[in-house]
């Protein structure tokens, strides 16, 4: 399953996200986001932490900066901390949808795969519509071996983004353990067309694809 490329994909994208929320911002606090957020893009995680801690110290309860925070945290693998923070951030702002999935996709870098499921849920009942929150919501299914809340999550985010090649993926790897080797294909196929070898996975699919075709002459 996917993890590591795509879990810094979703990380920029939450943090693009994020900065639009500078602008509710004191002038102040303003250019300590903006610091931040110029830091983050130089990769510079631990100077961004600085200055969103300015700015908490400026407006304890702005919630954007305990997220950006969170997200400067989990780019230097610091789960704990980030998951910290993003539970701050929807302590704040319980409807602050982006925080609970920057907190769930935490939680899976951790393992706890269970708690990762209940962040992506509460997501989902804020965000319904969210083809990625179904994707990693899938993947931590996955982890936990319940392959028909993955399967359902899967064709969900399918369902709401026809063109998530990530989804097809995850769900043909189900589709091939459950043993349904014409839809596993399909699945993979789609996957290819959709993202070829963008992600570095075109050999891995390629791999699983002649798999089931092995077994299916065997």
Known sequence: MVRNGY??????????LFFGAVISSSQEQGSFIQAAY????????????ENYTKAIEKQPGFSPAYYGRGLAFAYLKKYEESISDFSKATELDPKYHQSFYAQGLSYTKLGKNQSAVDEFSKALAIDPKNSIYFYARGNAYSFLGNNENALNDYTKAIEFDPQNGFAYYGRGVVNKAEKRGDAAIKDFEKYLELNSNK???????QRLINEIQQEGKD
């Open 38 to 49: 110029d830091a983050i893009q130089r990769g510079n995680y631990q100077t961004a932490i």
């Open 199 to 205: 992600d570095g996975l075109a050999k891995e699919v």
């Open 7 to 16: 879990f810094k994909t979703l990380l920029s994208s939450l943090f693009i």
